[in-house]
């Protein structure tokens, strides 16, 4: 009970999921460029280490996911 309240009073408490939800998204639009960055490099030695493909993939799960419930209202 004392969460809900902590959450129902603040901006993202009531909008949480869609907050989620644009937060992915900008997460899917970064890793998305540093994958393509990654794979247009000059030095085909420098990798890096940073799964960039896989960031991709849970940013846009997490972002998909909240936005069905963003929209649904949960």
């Known amino acids: 009970m004392a969460r809900m309240i902590v959450l129902g009073s603040t901006f993202l408490g009531n909008h949480l999921w869609t907050s989620l ?3 992915s998204g900008m997460i899917v639009l970064i890793s998305s460029l540093a994958d393509r960055g ?3 490099r000059k030095n085909i030695e420098a990798v890096g280490f940073m799964p960039w493909t896989a960031i991709t993939v849970f940013a846009v799960l997490s972002a998909v ?3 069905a419930l963003a929209i649904k209202g949960a």
């Open 21 to 23: 939800s644009v937060l």
């Open 65 to 67: 996911i909240s936005a």
């Open 38 to 40: 990654r794979s247009r």
